[in-house]
């Protein structure tokens, strides 16, 4: 691997392959994507095409380098194309790409599984987080008999019908429909409350908790930016949940082996009842699952009587991808070694920020991190909505400009990985202070 070691300055990249590919792409995929946010429409400009990643490295189709804080948004925190992974992706398809009937791979992924995430005793796999949740979700609702759920102002969940909503006005509302093509009695048994706000939960559960099957949470939200829970937060909608029977579900497909090596609720020591796993879990392939309690997951098809299928669920070269990623994982440092990196990094742009005079927040768990630009702390999507959205599309089109890949919205995380060197890092900061200088002209 050819990283490149100068210090990282604007230059004036020649982008015209990547310009010429991603035309061609908008011509036969709506906005040249095959996923809305790939598309820069938060920070404007023209996507990168990429061609290669290796290590932290990404490389696009005109030869240009850049430091990847993206990470295909969570799941590589081995870095690209890392070797272990690579070889187990190998060998595996040498054998067969799927065959539609049980492996022992599948048996040993879901065994690390359950011997790392504290509340899962049996898990299904399932190929994206989407699929994760709505299962979940249906399992929730099949387990209790109840219909409505509790979800949170900000959470992402996936694209399922019921997940894709938005809060109305008011402190309790039942969701909108937050896109066309979704009915709104799809919605109608989703309530929406705002994150971090225990009393909206308890007062909701008051009056409804005869009707509510699950309550479903990102235990650090992480698709409004990095959103830390309050102190004591997780431990409230717990006991809430336990008092009114309610399902406690935590969508981990971000925080899952993130955070620690047995995800948010290892990490807080707070025990949900269902959990969604994605993005690490696949090492970079498709795969995702949901587990829990025995209790619960017996209810699953073809134990129980709640119905979930996948013909491609839980493919070989999927769970050989996962099992390595995971493998890698349990080495004796790893998130020691990702803690370090990560907290340089955020000191790094603190420091940066500050220097340049530009009021950010930089809230961080472990190897997750946002850079808000906002004088407030952000604690909820009322907070993140207030940040100022330009000074970050300039901030990122330095960076960009520098060789320093970030996400194309202030309200995605920024991720280290293990492959994540001290220089690059370094660079990184070297570059973020002329970034956030020119971040500082947009008020
Ligand atoms: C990414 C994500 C999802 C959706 O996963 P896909 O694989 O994109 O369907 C769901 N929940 C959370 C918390 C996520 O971060």
Same mark, same amino acid.
């Not at 987080?129 to 209790?144: K, N, P, Q, V, Y």
């Not at 009842?273 to 073809?302: F, H, N, Q, W």
């Given at each position: ?9 604007? $230059? ?32 404007? @400009? ?37 070797? !272990? ?10 054998? =067969? ?8 791979? +599948? ?8 011997? #790392? ?6 898990? !299904? &796999? ?11 979700? !249906? ?45 709104? =009695? ?15 939960? +308890? ?34 909608? #717990? ?23 047995? =995800? ?10 269902? $959990? ?33 299928? @996948? ?7 999927? $769970? ?15 998130? /020691? ?34 850079? &808000? ?9 009322? $907070?993140? =909505?207030?940040?100022?959205? !330009? ?10 400009? #520098? ?8 309200? +995605?995380?920024? &991720? ?10 370094? /660079? ?7 970034? &956030? ?5 947009? #008020?």
């Amino acid at each position: 691997m050819a990283v490149q070691t100068d210090k990282r300055e604007k $230059t004036q990249m020649v982008t015209t392959k990547s310009t010429a590919a991603f035309k061609a792409a908008c011509r036969v995929m709506p906005g040249g994507v095959s996923s809305p946010v790939r598309a820069f429409r938060a920070v404007g @400009g023209t996507p990168r095409v990429i061609a290669k990643g290796k290590g932290a490295v990404l490389t696009d189709v005109d030869g240009n380098s850049y430091i990847d804080y993206v990470g295909s948004w969570g799941p590589l925190i081995l870095g690209h194309a890392d070797e !272990r992974v690579v070889a187990a992706i190998d060998k595996a398809a040498a054998k =067969g790409c799927s065959f539609g009937a049980p492996t022992e791979a +599948e048996t040993q992924l879901a065994e690390l599984i359950v011997a #790392r995430v504290p509340s899962i005793e049996m898990v !299904r &796999f399932v190929n994206s987080g989407t699929e994760a949740a709505m299962s979940a979700l !249906r399992l929730a609702r099949g387990h209790t008999g109840r219909n409505k759920i509790i979800k949170f102002e900000g959470c992402y969940h996936g694209h399922s019908d019921a997940l894709l909503v938005q809060a109305g006005s008011g402190a309790m509302t039942f969701g909108a429909p937050s896109s066309p093509g979704v009915p709104a =009695g799809t919605t109608a048994d989703t309530l929406v409350l705002p994150y971090n706000d225990l009393d909206a939960v +308890e007062a909701v559960l008051k009056t409804h908790a005869a009707q509510v099957a699950a309550v479903l949470i990102e235990p650090i939200a992480g698709n409004m930016g990095c959103v830390p829970p309050n102190t004591g937060y997780l431990e409230g909608l #717990r006991r809430l949940c336990t008092e009114n029977e309610v399902v406690l579900v935590f969508d981990e497909v971000m925080t899952g082996f993130r955070v620690s090596p047995g =995800g948010a609720q290892e990490l807080y020591g707070v025990q949900p009842d269902l $959990t969604c796993l994605g993005k690490i879990v696949g090492g970079g392939l498709p795969l995702a699952a949901y587990g829990g309690r025995r209790e619960i997951m017996e209810k699953v098809s073809p134990l129980g009587d709640v119905y979930q299928a @996948g013909t491609l669920s839980g493919n070989p070269l999927a $769970t050989a991808a996962g099992i390595a990623t995971l493998q890698a994982l349990a080495e004796d440092d790893a998130y /020691e070694a990702l803690e370090a990196a990560a907290a340089k990094l955020a000191e790094g742009l603190r420091a940066a920020a500050e220097a340049a005079k530009v009021p950010t927040y930089h809230p961080r768990v472990g190897s997750m991190m946002g850079t &808000f630009f906002s004088s407030a702390p952000v604690t909820d999507h009322a $907070t993140a =909505g207030r940040c100022n959205t !330009r000074a970050y599309a300039a901030f990122f089109h330095a960076m960009l400009d #520098r060789g320093v890949y970030l996400a194309p919205s202030q309200f +995605e995380c920024l &991720f280290v990985s293990l492959a994540h060197t001290d220089e690059q890092i370094e /660079e990184t900061i070297a570059a973020s202070a002329e970034a &956030f200088a020119a971040a500082a002209a947009c #008020r």
